[in-house]
């Protein structure tokens, strides 16, 4: 991913799909929209870069510990 701008795509933690309708600001997510599940909050997104990060951490522990911090 290159500075200043966002991900290809960003990854709903509801329904695990890619999600390609959403929205950057600098560095961060400002809006997401899942049209799987119609996920609309920005917490339960994660770019594909941390997606990849929790999946390699083997179970679903490593979302709900990173949603708790
Ligand atoms: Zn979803």
Request: hydrophobic share 30%; charged share 35%; glycine share 8%.
């Amino acid at each position: 991913m290159r500075p200043g701008e966002g991900p290809d795509y960003i990854v709903c933690l509801e329904c695990e799909t890619p999600c390609y309708t959403f929205e950057w600001r600098g560095s961060k997510l400002v809006e997401a929209f899942c049209e799987v599940c119609g996920n609309d909050d920005i917490d339960l997104f994660v770019t594909e870069e941390d997606f990849e990060a929790l999946s390699s951490e083997g179970s679903r522990d490593g979302f709900k510990e990173y949603l708790e911090e």
